[in-house]
């Protein structure tokens, strides 16, 4: 009977979660012991991309701290404002590569499906930021057609579900899509983009572990972290239960200015992700989305921190460090200087 009554907890506690995420900063800084009179900047950046972030992932920021590292990530500041040449709405060009509602295809194998439009948290880095999510959000019957691209499409054998984020669906939903997915034969592999361990690990439940496993595709999670204090008992526990039900956990980060642009910040993490039984996987340069400028950090910057991470780490704890072109056929891995 536990089990039972716990997984049912748990199912009411994400979705309540997600109901009750905070959207008003003068909440969260009163969480913090920060005071809004000290950022009359905010109101601008606030209308152009809302703030949204999970009480699960405030509980890991450090109080009266205006600099933490996971702060910063949602919090909207003035900069974002200013227009920056080369930083735009689409810098990926994944318009260009949308060649039915909801699924882009960019890379030779591999699909994404934009599988909800919703995320827990909203990153003021995130390179989907100004991306018309109305046009791409596929009712039941647009999936068809995805599902019928990848059919007529043998040589695509992985489909990534993204987002958004796609943890933010229901089990149910979940479910279904990848049942379809699961019966279109030359598909052997289903890889998860998500940031929920980190910004909701009560979205890990059993029933979801159930979800991800009850198909033939070997599955992989991409979880999205960007600094080692993303990573709780919480956290732990929810990568640990995805990690025993065979799914194989890999990390991406996002290189971003005073968040983790420092040699030790890097190492801490590439070893704290280690240690829950996650593999380093990317470390992205920023896209150029307008009202990130704030967060870059140079390609040449990035080459000299990676050298240090390199000196720093065994081989295969140092992410590959990758910028993202608009019309190349893979991530583009920068030569370490
Ligand atoms: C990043 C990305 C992928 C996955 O690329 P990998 O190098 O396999 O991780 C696939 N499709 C799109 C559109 C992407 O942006
Ligand atoms: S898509 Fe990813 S990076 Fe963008 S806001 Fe959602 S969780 Fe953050």
């Known amino acids: 009977m536990i089990p039972l009554i716990t997984a049912i907890w748990q199912t009411e506690s994400w979705q309540r979660q997600m109901q009750q995420m905070i959207r008003d900063p003068e909440q969260l800084f009163s969480r913090l012991g920060l005071d809004i009179a000290d950022r009359p900047d905010l109101a601008a950046a606030l209308a152009q991309f809302p703030l949204r972030v999970t009480e699960a992932f ?17 919090l909207p500041q003035a900069q ?11 810098p990926l060009a994944e318009l260009d590569a949308n060649p ?9 194998g591999r699909v994404l499906l934009i599988t909800s439009p919703a995320c827990a948290i909203h990153c003021r880095y995130c390179f989907r930021r100004n ?11 647009d999936w068809q057609q995805a599902l019928d691209y990848i059919a007529a499409h043998p040589e695509i054998n992985e489909v990534i579900l993204s987002g958004g984020d796609p943890l933010a669906a229901s089990d149910d939903y979940l479910h279904k ?25 009560a979205r890990i439940t059993p029933e979801l572990i159930a979800t991800l496993s009850r198909h033939r595709l070997r599955t992989v999670m991409v979880i999205h972290c960007n600094h080692a204090n993303e990573i709780d008992n ?30 030790d910040t890097l190492i801490t993490l590439s070893r704290r992700l280690f240690e829950v039984g996650v593999m380093p996987y990317y470390l992205h340069v920023l896209d150029k989305v307008r009202g990130a400028s704030h967060f870059d950090v140079s390609e040449h910057q990035a080459q000299t921190l990676m050298r240090g991470v390199l000196a720093g ?22 030569a370490l200087l």
Do not use: C
Not at 315 to 332: T, W
């Open 177 to 201: 899509l990848i049942s379809r997915i699961a019966s279109i034969p030359h598909v052997d592999t289903l890889r998860l983009h998500t940031r929920l361990p980190l910004v909701l690990p």
């Open 80 to 90: 974002e404002m200013t227009p920056q040449a080369g930083f735009v709405d689409d």
């Open 313 to 334: 780490l065994p081989g295969y704890l140092v992410p590959r460090l990758v910028r993202e072109d608009p019309h190349a056929s893979s991530k583009r891995p920068l």
């Open 131 to 141: 991306f018309p999510y109305s046009a791409n959000n596929p009712s039941q019957r």
């Open 58 to 74: 405030i509980a890991k920021m450090q109080t009266g701290d205006w600099n933490d590292p996971l702060l910063l990530q949602v």
């Open 234 to 263: 919480a956290t732990r526990n929810a990568l640990s239960a995805l990690q025993k039900a065979g799914i194989t956990l890999l990390n991406q980060s996002v290189l971003l200015k005073g968040i983790n642009d420092n040699v």
């Open 100 to 108: 039915v509602p909801g699924l882009i295809h960019k890379y030779h």
